[in-house]
């Protein structure tokens, strides 16, 4: 039967050693088994019964090698390892009480003593795992093909993550054009949706959810945004830490996003992805809800505009305007907290509501963070586009509650802030809302001025310096409002040029100006007078104003060379060729054409050279250089001698003094009009001028 166990060891010098040994193999989950100098096996831990389901007695008491390795061969093979044992460990399958075989790997420790141990670790499990992987990887790779949802699966260990085809495919991408980083995802989902996606990753990674699902929007490769549908599920190990996150993502745009967007679209902008005006209002009158219950609590509205937004949308087409709107509205986003709201409620009109801030002033901060954020151009077809913008702030005030009122008080300030320049903001005080009441007041008055026969004409005489002959007329609009009077023309025309009311109101001063000039050369026929008739910006780029212009002269018989049409020189600068051509057209029709103003614009002599023009009027601000003991201005001279070398007329402005006419007569100048000859005289005025020198 042997030595009972542990007896060689029992008279050793290192039996504490020995024991310790034994006490420590006990809790392992090895096999452990310890033999003596003769191969007899004297001692087994619990985990060889365990797995191998014998009884400890039967496996001491009988022979364990043939038991357990019925192979002879096997036996000689382990026999001579445990006397030399080899390096490393030996895979060698075991028989169990119930027949089954197991994978178990084995060392062999040698005793200096005599004897040692064989420590084994089962593998079974491991090998079939395997086993199963490799069965199945080729399934798995023809299910990712063939479905059409896209696989990911995140290493949690390495953080590398698996994209199938699909998953690319959805985004717009070639298999080589996304790498294999979590970031690779992370980074193309939307800047409001982000934050969400990752919180509800880590929370399904640490166990506080059962599995992972979320609805967001990822940008596709074309710069656009499509909902998905993301779903996953955490694989643990055997201790129950979080190893790897797979799971699949859906295209919910074409299939199920009109159920979606049943609740989406109302409240969001179709281009951007941003709040509309539904959902601004309704976060709006919240904040003052809030409000009302904490005096403390304070918000802010953002009312931002894009300045010349149409001069980028004529000149590079109203795509290349969209794509500019959606990445300024990513950068908006980023720079404003999650709680916040970006909303899109125009064209190019943004609102920003600041939700519970600590004091006013951090509103202005936002706002010099929108214009920091605009300073790094918009690249657009390869060319870099700079945008600026005005900002207008509306504070919460304890008066107010509909949304519509604070919206109002921003969308005044930022109106401000365009008149004083733009690329700037402005905040709102209750005198701007005065202002703005007045100046809807005047915007509804000036509708009804054409209909009422309110809006009359004023004329000033323009004389012929050579001869002091009366030349013409510049007709001058006056508004006879029914409660403010006679109101002059910088009271009411900046606000026709804005609302677009400047298109009737033109017309009519051509066709009124043409009238005039018809009744007096019928009732003064001695007079060969002509009517000078201002252009707006906004007229001469209208498409119907050739043909506006020839049917009031068409009826009222008007020669086409009596009428001269003023432009300034800023007028359409941005669009030289368009201006060159709606000034030909007019040209073609035998009309004259003047320039208003000269010497105070932009405009480059290239510029001026190339229009079609007629005459040149110098500004006032130049002819009152000109006095009775100073030297001559130079610039006078400047101007005249450049008028005479692109063979032009010059008529003169603001003429108040006789030196002024006697030096502008010296230069050669044609023609002038000022207060020292007439100031500008009614129509029953200029009738009885006419009359006079008749």
């Not at 701007?432 to 007041?441: I, K």
């Not at 030349?471 to 025309?493: K, M, N, S, V």
């Not at 300034?568 to 051509?581: A, K, L, W």
């Amino acid at each position: 039967m042997g030595k009972p166990a542990g007896q060689e060891f029992d008279s050793s010098a290192n039996a504490d050693s020995y024991k310790l040994l034994q006490s420590v193999c006990a809790r392992l989950p090895l096999l452990v088994v310890f033999y003596d100098n003769e191969g007899r096996i004297v001692s087994i831990n619990q985990e060889v019964t365990t797995q191998l389901s014998w009884e400890t007695g039967d496996l001491l008491s009988r022979d364990f090698l043939s038991h357990c390795f019925p192979d002879p061969r096997t036996q000689r093979q382990i026999r001579y390892w445990m006397v030399h044992p080899p390096t490393g460990w030996q895979e060698i399958p075991v028989h169990s009480a119930h027949g089954q075989v197991l994978e178990i790997i084995w060392a062999f420790v040698r005793f200096p003593s005599g004897g040692g141990l064989m420590c084994g670790y089962n593998i079974t499990d491991l090998k079939l795992t395997q086993a199963a992987l490799l069965e199945t990887s080729d399934r798995y790779a023809l299910l990712t093909r063939g479905i059409n949802d896209g696989i990911w699966d995140w290493n949690l260990t390495t953080n590398e993550t698996f994209y199938s085809s699909r998953w690319k495919t959805i985004l717009g991408y070639q298999e080589h054009e996304i790498g294999n980083h979590i970031d690779d995802w992370l980074k193309r989902i939307h800047p409001q949706d982000v934050e969400r996606v990752k919180l509800n990753l880590m929370l399904h990674i640490r166990g506080q959810t059962p599995h992972f699902q979320q609805e967001f929007r990822i940008q596709h490769r074309n710069g656009s945004y499509r909902w998905v549908l993301a779903r996953g599920l955490v694989l643990r190990d055997a201790y129950g830490n979080a190893c790897r996150l797979a799971g699949s993502l859906t295209d919910l745009t074409e299939h199920q996003l009109a159920g979606v967007h049943l609740l989406y679209d109302p409240l969001h902008d179709s281009l951007t992805g941003l709040a509309n005006r539904t959902l601004l209002f309704d976060r709006i009158e919240q904040a003052a809800r809030h409000a009302r219950r904490r005096p403390d609590y304070k918000f802010a509205i953002l009312f931002i505009d894009i300045d010349r937004f149409k001069v980028i949308n004529d000149s590079l087409g109203h795509s290349c305007g969209d794509v500019i709107l959606i990445e300024l509205a990513n950068r908006l986003t980023r720079i404003v907290r999650p709680d916040d709201t970006v909303a899109r409620i125009g064209g190019d009109e943004f609102v920003i509501l600041l939700d519970d801030i600590s004091n006013n002033s951090d509103a202005l901060g936002v706002c010099d963070r929108v214009r920091s954020a605009l300073a790094q151009p918009f690249i657009v077809k390869d060319q870099p586009i700079t945008l600026r913008v005005s900002i207008g702030v509306a504070t919460r005030s304890p008066h107010m509650d509909k949304a519509e009122d604070y919206l109002r008080n921003a969308d005044i300030a930022m109106y401000r802030a365009k008149l004083a320049g733009g690329d700037r903001y402005q905040v709102f005080s209750e005198d701007m809302h005065l202002m703005a009441r007045d100046r809807l007041s005047l915007e509804v008055g000036l509708r009804q001025a054409i209909e009422r026969d309110e809006l009359t004409l004023f004329y000033q005489p323009i004389y012929c310096l050579s001869d002091n002959r009366l030349y013409g007329f510049e007709a001058l609009i006056r508004w006879q409002h029914p409660t403010q009077g006679l109101l002059l023309p910088d009271r009411f025309l900046p606000l026709a040029e804005e609302t677009g009311l400047i298109l009737p109101v033109g017309d009519w001063v051509i066709w009124r100006a043409c009238r005039d000039l018809q009744h007096w050369q019928e009732q003064f026929s001695r007079w060969q007078l002509s009517v000078n008739v201002n252009l707006s910006n906004r007229q001469l780029m209208h498409p119907a104003l050739v043909e506006q212009v020839v049917a009031a002269l068409e009826q009222t018989q008007i020669p086409p060379d009596r009428l001269h049409l003023e432009i300034t020189q800023s007028v359409g600068i941005d669009q030289p060729e368009q201006v060159r051509d709606r000034l030909l057209q007019l040209k073609a029709q035998g009309i004259k054409l003047s320039l208003d103003d000269f010497g105070t614009g932009h405009a480059s002599l290239c510029y001026l050279a190339n229009l079609p023009l007629d005459s040149l009027k110098v500004d006032r601000s130049f002819v009152k250089l000109i006095t009775e003991t100073a030297q001559q201005p130079p610039i006078i001279d400047a101007i005249v001698s450049l008028a005479k070398a692109l063979h032009l007329e010059v008529v003169a402005e603001g003429v108040e003094h006789p030196y002024q006419v006697t030096r502008l007569r010296e230069l050669g100048c044609d023609y002038a009009q000022g207060y020292y000859f007439s100031q500008p005289l009614s129509i029953e005025q200029v009738e009885a001028l006419l009359a006079k020198k008749n």
